[in-house]
């Protein structure tokens, strides 16, 4: 989100999670902008910071900002990244493991033990998510099923109202991700097209 309005229509849907980017690109907030959006949320929501930085100290003092209940690591996080994280932060730290090919990589098991949940998304370039670019979601299937274990997955990376019901019933993650699926422009949400994908989601039509 980088619109306050946006956060607070996000929550009246029906939203679990709303989030605020404070890592490189077009939707990028400062922690100050980050903590007046997602207070705009409400307290009914958790609140997602997602960075492009595995540094502890950066992240600490951007949550003494923004009071965030997640941490999403998006810049290649290892085991021993996350570890480090969760000694400064006391809420959930969420590790991206963003996917090139058809695959997770085979290395990414002790990553899924030591995260409180995986976000699988696109690895495009230097771009860290917010692409637009669907995931093979067959192929993860299989991977998942050999690396999941009790560890919950979120499923982010061209998801749309278009397509998040397939990407559901073939997985089926525990949480999905959706940013430019609802945009009408970078960082813009687009009323209609949220309400949409929650429905497909779902199964729920909101107001």
Request: no cysteine.
């Given at each position: 989100m980088t619109r306050p309005e946006d956060a607070a229509l996000a929550a009246e849907i029906g939203a679990r999670y709303v989030g605020v980017i404070f890592a490189d690109g077009p939707?990028?907030?400062s922690p100050q902008q980050g903590r007046r959006i997602l207070d705009a949320a409400g307290k009914g929501v958790k609140r997602v910071g997602v960075f492009g930085?595995?540094?502890?100290?950066?992240?600490?003092?951007a949550n003494e900002e923004a009071n965030l209940d997640i941490v999403q690591l998006h810049a290649d996080p290892t085991v021993?990244?996350?570890?480090?994280?969760?000694?400064?932060?006391?809420g959930e730290v969420w590790a991206?493991?963003?996917?090139?090919?058809?695959?997770?990589?085979a290395d990414a098991e002790?990553?899924?033990?030591?995260?409180?949940?995986?976000?699988l998304d696109a690895r495009i370039g230097t771009r860290l998510g917010g692409t637009g670019h669907a995931l093979p979601w067959s192929e993860l299937a299989v991977d998942l099923a050999r690396d999941r274990g009790g560890c919950a997955v979120v499923l982010a990376g061209g998801l749309s109202p278009y397509n998040v019901v397939s990407a559901i019933s073939t997985l089926?993650?525990?949480?999905?991700?959706?940013?430019?699926?609802?945009?009408?422009?970078?960082?813009?949400?687009d009323p209609w097209l949220m309400r949409e994908f929650y429905a497909a989601a779902t199964g729920i039509h909101p107001r």
């Open positions: 939707r990028r907030v930085t595995n540094d502890p100290a950066e992240i600490e003092r021993a990244d996350v570890a480090a994280v969760k000694t400064r932060f006391r991206a493991i963003r996917i090139a090919g058809t695959h997770i990589p002790l990553l899924f033990d030591k995260a409180d949940a995986i976000l089926p993650p525990d949480v999905v991700d959706v940013s430019s699926g609802v945009e009408s422009a970078p960082g813009i949400k």
